[in-house]
């Protein structure tokens, strides 16, 4: 992972060594899929970082439209996801 909630890793030993165990078995997991012949998946690995709520957030507005065809919804365009940085209050003090 490059980086941990907008931190380097550096030698999180931890969080390397789960972040590569998860995308292992996320990669053998399409090899799989695709070999078992599946053709509707979709698969994104990202390069960095670790499983948090913006990569999860982000991940589910690029699939919201999916969502909203298979449920029989009417589509709505994705939205981008808040960020922390983009959540935080101005204070007018300052």
């Not at 709505?76 to 007018?92: D, K």
């Amino acid at each position: 992972p490059a980086e941990i909630n907008g931190r380097i890793a550096g030698d999180n030993f931890n969080a390397k060594f789960l972040e590569s165990f998860t995308l292992r078995t996320n990669e053998t997991f399409q090899e799989q899929y695709l070999a078992a012949g599946g053709k509707n998946g979709v698969f994104n690995f990202p390069s960095g970082g670790t499983h948090d709520w913006p990569y999860w957030g982000q991940q589910l507005q690029q699939m919201k439209p999916d969502i909203q065809r298979v449920l029989g919804a009417t589509p709505q365009p994705s939205t981008p996801i808040a960020t922390e940085a983009s959540l935080e209050t101005p204070n007018p003090g300052n």
